[in-house]
């Protein structure tokens, strides 16, 4: 396989092996110019877990791991990002509660971070629900994500958040009441109104516009690899292919893509992107 002439790097998308295409993704991503990806974790239900305890969530983060080192066979560099899908609190307290839902997540989070810490995650991933919720739910939420800013502040480590349309500038404040750097938050999904670090699904009509201007953002593809949904949300070439139909049509620079790809990714991550 011809190697790509710079690094591109996917920062959110799950591979699933079980339920997916699992590797040929991958193949197809790296066909099409991607060297890099921020593998995520699926959420428990994927794996037909129904969480009571935090150590219920060990096998998600070990298939996560083991698809992270398969990954790594076909020359993409895989940095595996382990959390609880927020919208579980729904699901967990509709069983056990919304107090013990919100300790279960807090106990799962806590477990994330111990493969960070052992150099087997790179990132952790929380949240808040994108969808409508009552605000004792709301309240839970905010409190479990507050606990997965303290620890990624303790890891040290980057925190991909899950939450609502939107800006989200209130979690700049909970960042920094637990000492955790704003810098080193991502909005998956973002829009460009957030003070967070965008990460953009690739085809963002404002991708060259914010490129122009230097912003620091990245570029996802929030691939899903489920066979009951191909293509959800983006397909694996799609960071890839875009990138390099930005650079060749001129919308976006060398120096835009690198900063994209390589810079924002290094400083955010704490991770080296290097071309194997």
């Known amino acids: 396989m011809r190697s790509p002439p710079f690094p591109v790097t996917d920062d959110h998308l799950h591979i699933d092996p079980r339920n997916?295409?699992?590797?040929?993704?991958?193949?197809?991503?790296?066909?099409?110019?991607?060297?890099h990806l921020f593998l995520v974790a699926k959420p428990a239900s994927s794996f037909g877990i129904a969480p009571s305890a935090g150590s219920d969530y060990q096998p998600v983060f070990d298939e996560t791991i083991r698809v992270g080192k398969l990954i790594a066979e076909t020359g993409v560099v895989a940095f595996p990002v382990l959390g609880i899908h927020p919208a579980e609190i729904t699901q967990i307290a509709g069983r056990l509660g919304l107090d013990r839902a919100a300790e279960v997540m807090e106990e799962g989070l806590s477990l994330a971070?111990?493969?960070?810490?052992?150099?087997?995650?790179?990132?952790?991933?929380?949240?808040?629900?994108?969808y409508e919720v009552a605000p004792d739910v709301w309240d839970a939420s905010n409190r479990v994500l507050s606990h997965a800013l303290a620890l990624a502040k303790d890891c040290p480590c980057a925190l991909q958040i899950h939450a609502e349309s939107g800006p989200c500038s209130d979690i700049v404040n909970m960042a920094r009441r637990v000492g955790m750097d704003p810098g080193r938050v991502v909005k998956h999904y973002a829009t460009p109104d957030t003070p967070l670090i965008p990460s953009f699904i690739a085809k963002h009509e404002t991708i060259?516009?914010?490129?122009?201007?230097?912003?620091?953002?990245?570029?996802?593809?929030?691939?899903?690899?489920?066979?009951?949904?191909?293509?959800?949300?983006?397909?694996?070439?799609?960071?890839?292919?875009?990138?390099?139909?930005?650079?060749a049509s001129g919308a976006i620079t060398p120096e835009d893509c690198h900063r994209i790809h390589v810079v924002t990714v290094e400083r955010v991550y704490g991770v080296e992107i290097r071309l194997r």
């Open 208 to 247: 060259p516009a914010l490129a122009r201007e230097k912003r620091a953002f990245t570029m996802e593809s929030d691939y899903m690899d489920e066979n009951s949904r191909p293509g959800a949300v983006i397909g694996p070439k799609s960071v890839p292919r875009i990138t390099n139909h930005l650079l």
């Open 113 to 130: 971070a111990r493969y960070v810490s052992d150099g087997l995650a790179f990132a952790l991933k929380s949240g808040r629900p994108h």
């Open 20 to 35: 997916g295409r699992g590797i040929e993704a991958v193949k197809d991503f790296h066909r099409a110019g991607g060297t």
